[in-house]
C-alpha cells in the first residue's frame, strides 16, 4: 500500500490580513522609514526615493528565486561572501609507536615469541602463474 507523502509543509500564518508577520514588519519598517522621509525631503526627492524603496520592500517580500524567499536567499549570498573561502588540509605530524609499554605483560607467552617463524616472502602472484598455464595449453 503506497502513501503520499505531504510536501511543502513549511507554512508561516497569516498575521495581517494576507501577510505573515515578517511580511508585515518590512512593510511597516519601510514605511516608517519614508514617512520621516516625507517631512525632511522636497516632494519630488521624496517621490524618486519613496518608488525604489517601496518597489524594494514590495519585492523583498513577495519575490521568489527556485521557490525560496528572496529575503532567504539575500541572507545566504550575504553570508557566503563575508565568510572564508579558503580550506588547507595540514597534515598534524604524529608519531605512532609499536612498543609495548613497561610494566604491562604480552599477550604473547615467553615460549611463543622465541618460536617465532621468520618472515615468508611472497612469491610471484598466482594470477601470472595461471596466465602462463593457460598459454601452455
Request: proline share 5%; net charge positive.
Amino acid at each position: 500500500m503506497q502513501f503520499q507523502l505531504p510536501q511543502f509543509i513549511e507554512y508561516e500564518t497569516k498575521i495581517v490580513g494576507p501577510l505573515t508577520f515578517k511580511q508585515f514588519m518590512f512593510f511597516g519598517i519601510a514605511g516608517a522609514f519614508l514617512f520621516v522621509l516625507y517631512f525632511m525631503l522636497p516632494l519630488s526627492n521624496f517621490l524618486a526615493i519613496a518608488i525604489f524603496i517601496g518597489g524594494g520592500t514590495f519585492v523583498l517580500v513577495f519575490g521568489k528565486t527556485n521557490g525560496r524567499p528572496l529575503l532567504i536567499v539575500l541572507k545566504n549570498f550575504l553570508t557566503f561572501t563575508a565568510s572564508n573561502k579558503l580550506y588547507l588540509w595540514k597534515r598534524k605530524k604524529t608519531f605512532v609507536s609499536f612498543k609495548p609499554r613497561e610494566g604491562k605483560r604480552s599477550l604473547i607467552p615467553e615460549t611463543e615469541k622465541k618460536q617465532e617463524l621468520p618472515l615468508k616472502i611472497a612469491e610471484k602472484s598466482r594470477l601470472k602463474k595461471i596466465r602462463s598455464r593457460l598459454e601452455i595449453s
